[in-house]
């Protein structure tokens, strides 16, 4: 990271590596504040390996340089089984993603920070239900809701909307869209749906043939 560079984190010279065979090579980019950068690729091509190496090498070397914590990065997985009689309401589950205090029950403020988020990722409605009987589409805005709730300033969605319909995909990621301008944080988007990145990217960051390279999507 250059002295003038405002990059929330920065990957230099990046070597993602299995046991056994070399993935990405010499791999850099930036990631901006209050930007949404899609990571697209063929299926094994390394992306989320690429976010794994950069979660493990976070400021521990020169590779892979923040201004932010650790704890201020969160990352939400591709796929979680929820059973349809999952009983925690919305609200619940997405309290669990506070650092709580040690009281068994959240306190005003902690609930307070709970309504934030919900009425950011439109699920006011949903408070009160069970998160087993949501969709797909609202589980997902759940599980984004859940990681934002401890104010990340950079979130990763790997593969979120792989099984959701089209609409469902537009309304994540309106939901993504209102977050970045809401709370200037900045996303990640791992994804194979050209149209959300034409949509809703501000840069995409391809990998191919072992490497990657970084493109704004449209002016802003
Ligand atoms: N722990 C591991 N041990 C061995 N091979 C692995 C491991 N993790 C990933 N791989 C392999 O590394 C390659 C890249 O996997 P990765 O999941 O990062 O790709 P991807 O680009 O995210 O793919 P997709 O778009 O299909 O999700 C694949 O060939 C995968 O099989």
């Not at 003038?4 to 990046?14: D, G, M």
């Not at 009281?103 to 309504?115: H, N, S, T």
């Not at 593969?159 to 309106?174: P, R």
């Not at 034409?198 to 449209?218: C, F, P, R, W």
């Amino acid at each position: 990271m250059n002295k003038e560079s405002n990059a929330l984190l920065s990957v230099s010279h990046l070597d993602v590596n299995l046991k056994d065979r070399s993935l990405i090579h010499d791999l850099s980019f930036d990631i901006l504040p209050a930007t949404l950068t899609c990571i697209t690729g063929e299926n094994g091509v390394g992306k989320t390996t690429l976010i794994k190496t950069i979660l493990k090498q976070f400021n521990k070397n020169e590779h892979v340089k923040a201004q932010i914590k650790r704890s201020e990065m969160q990352y939400i997985p591709q796929l979680r089984q929820i059973d349809d009689d999952y009983p925690l309401t919305v609200f619940d589950f997405i309290g669990l993603g506070l650092q709580k205090s040690w009281l068994p029950w959240l306190r005003k403020k902690e609930k307070q920070k709970v309504q934030r988020v919900i009425e950011m990722t439109n699920l006011s409605a949903l408070a009160n239900t069970p998160l087993g009987s949501c969709s797909g589409g609202e589980q997902q805005r759940v599980y984004l809701a859940q990681a934002l709730v401890s104010q990340p300033k950079l979130f990763i969605l790997d593969e979120s909307t792989a099984s959701l319909d089209k609409e469902a995909k537009f309304v994540l990621l309106d939901a993504v869209k209102k977050v970045i301008k809401q709370t200037d944080a900045s996303a990640i988007f791992i994804t194979h749906d050209p149209v959300l990145v034409k949509e809703y990217g501000d840069y995409d960051l391809n990998i191919a043939n072992q490497t990657g390279h970084i493109s704004a999507v449209k002016e802003a």
